[in-house]
């Protein structure tokens, strides 16, 4: 009798706990490719490809190592299209005495695996997902009684949990928790940006290349050019590189935006950390160990183990928190549809379109650009949320809903009311101005406040704060800028809400059927 071992697409981990201290003889490995999960939303070609190139390695990789591995391709005639369909159909072919499976992200295939033993009839051992830092069980212990739930105060236990950046006595190294003030500057004309490593197609991939551009057509995003990592030495090899090549400057420049530029100094191993080919804890000490040579600064160093180990894990931690219903909030009572352009990027604002861009080229954009520049723009504009969030979900290759949700619906909405951020990230063409070069060549003047040729995000910042104002103007962090709005005339804050209406009026809606399957939520999350 054989246990059967289903490894999820995101679990891409030899260290995974289901693995751990098995018989391999007596053991059969379930790695499956089920419309289910490409179509529940329409994700981008590259992610989808990302996703099925890394699980096709990952199963060889298993073979290798000693594994039977039943892999059902996504051609394969007899594919049901669902993780419990294959699970059951699996069940059939080798008749194990059990299931033995890591606990998936995400809430809605979590649910699936609580139902497969009543519905399969086999014992069904769902266990922890330990390559976290954190437990849910354990986040949910901190959290339970806490009046506030912020990051900072988790990032410090967290800190001193793994002794991360934690000197022989025990405080923090440097003599402070957090580096932020340090990480804010714009690179100067001239800067040579580092290049992630790119990786050319084997046949594995290319096979999967010709897939996706066969089934997905209509969905969202270039395929081509491809070289992402997809596998564990894929995975290695772009770490020890963000540590030689981009670590040293990524503090510093972490906020800012150069057109052109998709990168900066950016690691982007999210894609690696969110499918399993690395673990947090390895990518933080690395960059600790750099720190620790002298071959990178605190303040670098420090940004990148709070993104990893403090962020990572706490949004994690709140999405289990909080679901299902924070997928549902909508603090703000935001309804306005998602903007053509989002799919387009055809809009004369240029921090927009050369974002939106970039995402489609490379399923992409760093922290910044997501937060500031398009989550900004919606969450003026008071798009409704879950459209938001759908959008995310489909655009990015490292968007998983456990860490895209709370993102969006939280930190970039604020429609959880705050359990996330302690004030929404509401910010003006100034902002962008700063931290970007993009308003230089703008069709929109950012200096100028209102009117046509004004640029939008500063008229639409004032009309989303007086639209606010009875929820928001209590906010300590925002006293400041009510007391600024209170001291304009009536005339000058008429002219503000003018401004963001004329404007607001030229939104066209995107068209359906970019997002999500037209299908009823009983049948395509099954």
């Known amino acids: 009798m054989t246990t059967l071992i289903p490894i999820l697409g995101d679990q891409l981990s030899g260290t995974l706990a289901s693995l751990r201290d098995q018989d391999r003889k007596a053991c059969t490995v379930l790695m499956v490719e089920v419309r289910a999960e490409t179509g529940y939303v329409k994700h981008h070609k590259k992610k989808i490809a990302l996703i099925f190139a890394a699980m096709r390695h990952f199963a060889a990789a298993l073979r290798t190592a000693g594994w039977t591995v039943d892999y059902v391709e996504l051609t394969d005639p007899d594919n049901s299209h669902s993780f419990t369909g294959e699970v059951g159909r699996a069940v059939e072919r080798h008749r194990p005495a059990a299931i033995r499976v890591v606990e998936a992200a995400e809430y809605r295939v979590r649910q699936m695996q609580d139902q497969w033993a009543d519905q399969i009839g086999l014992p069904v051992d769902i266990l922890d997902d330990d390559r976290f830092l954190c437990s849910i069980s354990e986040f949910l212990t901190w959290a339970q009684g806490r009046r506030e739930h912020r990051m900072e105060f988790f990032y410090r236990d967290m800190r001193r949990k793994t002794g991360l950046l934690i000197d022989a006595a025990g405080k923090p190294e440097g003599g402070q928790w957090n580096y932020d003030k340090d990480n804010r500057e714009t690179p100067p004309r001239g800067v040579n940006y580092p290049a992630p490593l790119r990786f050319d197609p084997d046949p594995v991939t290319q096979a999967v290349l010709d897939l996706v551009a066969a089934e997905f057509p209509d969905h969202f995003g270039d395929l081509l050019p491809f070289a992402l990592p997809v596998t564990r030495a894929h995975a290695k090899q772009a770490l020890a590189h963000f540590i030689a090549t981009a670590l040293p400057d990524f503090g510093r420049y972490q906020d800012a935006m150069v057109a052109g530029q998709d990168y900066l100094f950016h690691s982007v191993l999210s894609l690696c950390l969110n499918i399993g080919l690395l673990e947090p804890l390895e990518v933080c000490e690395a960059a600790v160990a750099a720190y620790a040579a002298g071959d990178a600064p605190?303040?670098?160093?420090?940004?990148?183990?709070?993104?990893?180990?403090?962020?990572?894990?706490?949004?994690?931690?709140?999405?289990?928190w909080d679901m299902p219903e924070f997928a549902t909030r909508n603090a703000l009572n935001a309804t306005r549809p998602l903007p053509d352009f989002y799919w387009t990027g055809d809009t004369r604002m240029r921090c927009l379109s050369e974002s939106i861009d970039q995402t489609k080229r490379e399923a992409y954009a760093h922290h910044i650009q997501r937060l500031m520049v398009l989550g900004n723009f919606a969450m003026l504009a008071g798009i409704l949320p879950q459209d938001v969030s759908d959008w995310y979900l489909v655009v990015y290759f490292d968007a998983y809903e456990w860490v895209e949700l709370p993102n969006v619906i939280g930190m970039s909405q604020y429609a959880d009311g705050g359990m996330i951020a302690s004030k929404p990230y509401a910010g003006g063409g100034a902002y962008i101005d700063r931290m970007s070069d993009y308003c230089g060549r703008c069709s929109y003047d950012v200096k100028q406040k209102t009117g046509p040729d004004a640029c939008p995000f500063n008229a639409l910042y004032w009309d989303f704060l007086a639209r606010h104002e009875d929820r928001l103007r209590g906010n300590m962090r925002l006293r400041t800028i009510?007391?600024?709005?209170?001291?304009?005339?009536?005339?000058?804050?008429?002219?503000?809400?003018?401004?963001?209406a004329t404007f607001l009026a030229t939104l066209e809606p995107a068209r359906d059927g970019w997002a999500r399957s037209p299908l009823p939520p009983s049948e395509r999350r099954e």
């Open 482 to 500: 009510y007391a600024s709005w209170n001291r304009m005339t009536p005339e000058r804050r008429a002219e503000y809400r003018a401004s963001a």
């Open 298 to 320: 605190l303040n670098s160093v420090e940004g990148f183990v709070r993104q990893v180990a403090g962020w990572r894990e706490y949004i994690r931690g709140m999405y289990w």
